[in-house]
Each structure stands twice: as structure tokens, then as C-alpha cells.
């Protein structure tokens, strides 16, 4: 008999989830790399002064001046490139430069007045500028001083994290009082799940952080063991753990750990654990280019304003806290994490940033792998919440993956929340039947009404309910994150008769 249970609430994670925060969304991003081909550096102007100049001098020194690192990433072949199309959108830049690359061809661009050719060493040197540009823009885009967050915008993300924390305990005790068992996913597997579609990491952080807090003074359950709080990934990633001189290999916890710990013949604590899966990669993780292994590295300060998580930059101006550990790592710098299994050197280029793209991409087993559980947790779910994710079915490949991943749940059962914004909405809280169509004909938000039309041709309407006051704003009362609003949007009572914490049969 197949697994039975599996997270309840699937919550996909998207760029509208995260625009409070000052990320941008690939739309902006593309913007943006054309103003700085452009020598256009208005979108600099409120940022701290030292991070802008920073920035800058890695645009227009490093990336140009610099004979090794220009090399590698190649700006200028990336500004030829783009400016040939003004209309380029992230997606087709991305499908364009892997097809090009796959078929080992290069680039013929007319621009100046003149055809340049790009050969195919310099489109690859584009496309890892490209990669490159992303992540440091985005990593720019969440510092308000050197090396850390806006504490201020943070804190609704923190409070959500809280609380999603604060939820799965109390679902411990629950379902511990209703007896069930320590070692199978009825007790241990959290109740929801989270797949982001951003490369940044920070709700992962967040959540790290609080679990890290709650690890360090856990509740003790009757027989004394103390609740312990992990995140699984889906796969499995390392990194390098440095005791003292020596180099050790440390994991991410996983479910087959979580259950081990549970065994009821070797108590010494109990542990519970949830999904996080980022199925298009994440700034800061790196697939060895020698090995193929799936790595990752954290800084030992744990500071949950610090922006360490999104890894090294090639400028340590742009990622201040940052601090090389092995002998390797201080040796060569410039953004290097040394695999921990094999000893290689990687570099920000050998981060593996996926936007859904037509052309076939070389299989990363790891993200193969996600993408399988991705399709199993959509499949197993009771409810979907649309986060700010919004669902771009025109991307044929995303069509197919959803409808057949949802193709096996009963769509009379399976419920979902959207969770968008629209400024310009004053109406109630929630959109359902009629109401939803109403908004649709006579908004003139058109990515809102997609996105609508889009989870519309998936889910039943029956089934929908629509919310248009954006993240955090959706989970908060008086200023602050509510509990109570947060039990109702990830388990409603409409859709959990129980409630919370809900049943397990
Ligand atoms: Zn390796």
C-alpha cells in the first residue's frame, strides 16, 4: 500500500511572495541588466553608498577590466547579446542561450552598425554573467546596510516563521496525545509543505532560525525526550562542517533520519520534520563540477539579519559577512565553496539557476529528483495555496507538469487559496464563485486575472477562494503576523472540518 500520508497544505512560494522585501521579480531583473548595459545606474540611487559603489565597480571594473574574471563571465558578449532584442524576456534569454550552447553554435549579433560574432566559448561566458548578475542583483536588492536585511521588512517573515514553528509543536503534542506513532510520517511529517519557485533562500532562513531556536529550548514530551524540528529538502546536500582544522562532511536532515531518531528501542529524543524544496535551485547551493554532488554552505554566525545564506560573492564588498573557511576556499576566493566530497573548487557559476525552459536541459540528478518529489507532494495534497506564485501556464512545460501532477488527486476534493495583489482592490477579504469572475471581467490588473484564469483551468471553482492583499499583508492584523489568520489561510475550517491541528485518519 502506498504512503498515505503526506503534507496537507502544499504552499507554492513565488516572486509575489517576496517583493516586500525588495527582490525582484525575473521581469525586473532583465530590466535591470539592460539599464547596466546601458551605463544606467538609477536604480542604485536609495541604496547604501557603499554597496552602490560596490556594485558598480563590479560592472564596470571586474566584469570588464579584469582579464581572468571578465573571461569567465563575460559582460560585454551578454550585452551584445541582449541588445539586439530590447523585447528579451528572462525565460527566452535563458532557452535561447541553452540552445545555442547545446548545439554548439555561436552568436551573430548586429549592433553598432555592424555584425559582431560571438563564438560559443563567449556565449557560455554570457550565460554565466548572466547567472552571475542575477544573484548579485538579488543579493543587493535585501541589504539595506553591508551584509544585512532591512530588519524592519524582515520581521513579518521572521513572525511567520514563528508561528509556522509554533504550529508544528503544538501538532506534535496533538497528535502524540492521539497516540500516533513516533516513527511513521503520521506523526513526524508536518502538516505543510513549501515549494519555492525563487532562487533566494530567505523564508528557508527564517525558518532555520527559528527552528534553531526552538531546538535549543525544545518542549519535553511525557517520557522526557525533547522535540527536535528539521527541514528535508528532497535531496540530499551537503556541505563542509570545519572542526577545527579538520574538514567534515555535514548533511541536511532528511526523513529517513527523522525516522531513526523516532525508534521507539533507541530513545534519545524526538524529531519532526518538514518539506522546503526549491525545484529551480537556490543562490548559494552548487552542483561540483567534478563529482555532480548537490552542496551548500552556511556561516557559523547564524544571524538571521545577515544575508550569508545567499553564499559568497566574487566581491567581498557585496557579501561583507562573508568568511572563507578551507585552506582552498581563502586560497582562491572569489565566490569559491570547495566541494566537500571531492576537494574541487566551485564558483558562482556552478550554481544551477533553472527557469522552467523549453529546451532540454542537462539532467542534474539532483533536481531531477526534486521535481519528482515536487510531483508527489502536488499529487498527495489536500490544498494549494498560490503565495504569490503565479502560475505561468503560456510555459507549456509548467502546463503539463502541473495538470499531470494534480491529474491523480480528486479534483472534487482538492482545495485551493490564491494569494495575490492588486492595489487597486478595495472589496472583501475573500473571492469565491461569482465573485471571482466578477473581479475578473472588471479588473484591469492583467497578471492577476492570468493567474486567476490560469489556477481556474486546473482547479474546480468550487474549490477556489481568491485573496488580493499580497504577503505579509494577508497573514497580518494590527501590524503584526496573527496566528489565528495563519490557521485559517494554511487549514480552513471549509476545507479542514477538524480545524487545526487537523486529523490524520
Ligand atoms: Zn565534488
Given at each position: ?10 504552499i ?16 525586473e ?24 559603489d ?15 574574471i ?7 558578449a ?50 554565466r ?28 517573515y521572521?513572525?511567520f ?13 496533538a ?26 533562500p530567505l ?24 522535540l527536535?524540528l528539521?527541514d ?42 518538514g ?17 555532480g ?5 552556511f ?24 568568511k572563507?573557511?578551507t585552506h582552498?576556499?581563502n ?11 571531492c ?39 489536500k ?14 512545460m509548467v ?19 490564491v ?7 478595495r ?19 492583467h497578471?492577476v486575472?492570468?493567474?486567476i484564469?490560469n ?5 474546480l471553482?468550487?474549490?477556489?477562494r481568491?485573496c ?30 477538524e ?7
Open positions: 500500500m502506498p504512503e498515505k500520508y503526506w503534507p496537507e497544505t502544499v507554492l512560494w513565488g516572486a509575489g511572495a517576496t517583493k516586500n522585501l525588495g527582490l525582484h521579480a525575473t521581469k531583473l532583465i530590466k535591470l541588466i539592460l539599464d547596466i548595459s546601458n551605463n544606467d545606474f538609477s536604480f542604485l540611487k536609495d541604496k547604501d553608498k557603499k554597496l552602490a560596490a556594485f558598480k565597480k563590479l560592472v564596470t571594473e571586474d566584469l570588464i577590466k579584469d582579464p581572468m571578465s573571461r569567465i563571465y563575460d559582460l560585454k551578454l550585452d551584445i547579446i541582449i541588445s539586439t532584442n530590447n523585447k528579451f524576456n528572462m525565460h527566452d534569454l535563458f532557452t535561447m542561450l541553452d540552445q545555442l550552447i547545446e548545439n554548439d553554435m555561436g552568436f551573430n549579433a548586429f549592433c553598432d552598425g555592424r555584425t559582431q560574432f560571438l563564438r560559443v566559448e563567449r556565449v557560455k561566458a554570457a550565460k554573467c548572466l547567472i552571475l548578475l542575477i544573484e548579485e542583483l538579488e543579493r543587493l536588492s535585501v541589504q539595506k546596510t553591508p551584509g544585512y536585511v532591512d530588519k524592519k521588512k524582515i520581521e513579518p521572521y513572525e516563521a514563528k508561528i509556522l514553528t509554533e504550529l508544528m509543536v503544538e501538532e506534535a503534542r497528535f502524540e496525545d492521539r497516540g500516533y506513532k513516533r516513527d511513521t510520517r503520521r506523526f513526524y511529517l508536518y502538516s505543510y509543505a513549501i515549494i519555492s519557485f525563487n532562487w533566494d523564508i528557508l532562513w527564517n525558518i532555520f532560525n527559528v527552528h534553531k531556536e526552538e531546538n535549543k529550548n525544545p518542549i519535553c514530551f511525557k517520557d522526557g525526550l525533547e527536535q528539521y528535508d529538502f528532497g535531496t540530499k546536500v551537503a556541505s563542509n562542517y570545519l572542526d577545527g582544522d579538520e574538514s567534515e562532511i555535514w548533511y541536511t536532515s532528511d526523513e529517513s533520519q527523522c525516522r531513526s531518531i523516532n525508534d521507539y528501542n533507541y530513545p534519545s529524543r524526538i524529531a519532526r520534520i518539506k522546503v524544496l526549491f525545484p529551480h535551485g537556490m543562490f548559494g547551493s552548487r552542483i561540483c563540477p567534478e563529482c554532488k548537490s552542496i551548500i554552505t556561516e557559523e554566525k547564524w544571524d538571521r539579519l545577515s544575508t550569508e545564506i545567499f553564499g559568497p560573492s566574487i566581491l567581498q564588498d557585496l557579501q561583507k559577512n562573508w572563507y573557511k582552498k576556499e586560497k582562491y576566493k572569489k565566490g569559491a565553496i570547495e566541494c566537500p566530497y576537494g574541487q573548487i566551485t564558483y558562482p557559476y556552478d550554481m544551477t539557476l533553472i527557469i522552467q525552459s523549453l529546451s532540454k536541459q542537462k539532467n542534474v540528478a539532483a533536481l531531477e529528483e526534486l521535481k519528482t518529489e515536487m510531483g508527489l507532494l502536488m499529487k498527495n495534497a490544498h494549494i495555496i498560490f503565495a504569490g506564485y503565479s502560475l505561468p501556464l503560456d510555459d507549456i502546463k503539463t507538469f502541473f495538470m499531470s501532477s494534480i491529474s491523480g488527486n480528486d479534483k472534487n476534493k482538492l482545495k485551493c487559496t494569494i495575490n495583489y492588486d492595489e487597486k482592490y472589496g472583501e477579504d475573500w473571492l469565491t464563485g461569482q465573485n471571482i469572475y466578477k473581479y475578473m471581467r472588471r479588473s484591469k490588473n497578471s486575472v492570468e493567474c484564469r489556477v481556474l483551468d486546473i482547479f471553482e468550487k474549490n477556489i481568491v488580493l492583499k499580497g504577503i505579509p499583508e494577508v497573514f497580518m492584523k494590527d501590524g503584526r503576523i496573527s496566528k489565528k489568520k495563519v490557521i485559517d489561510i494554511l487549514y480552513p475550517r471549509d476545507y479542514f472540518r480545524g487545526f491541528p487537523i486529523k490524520r485518519d
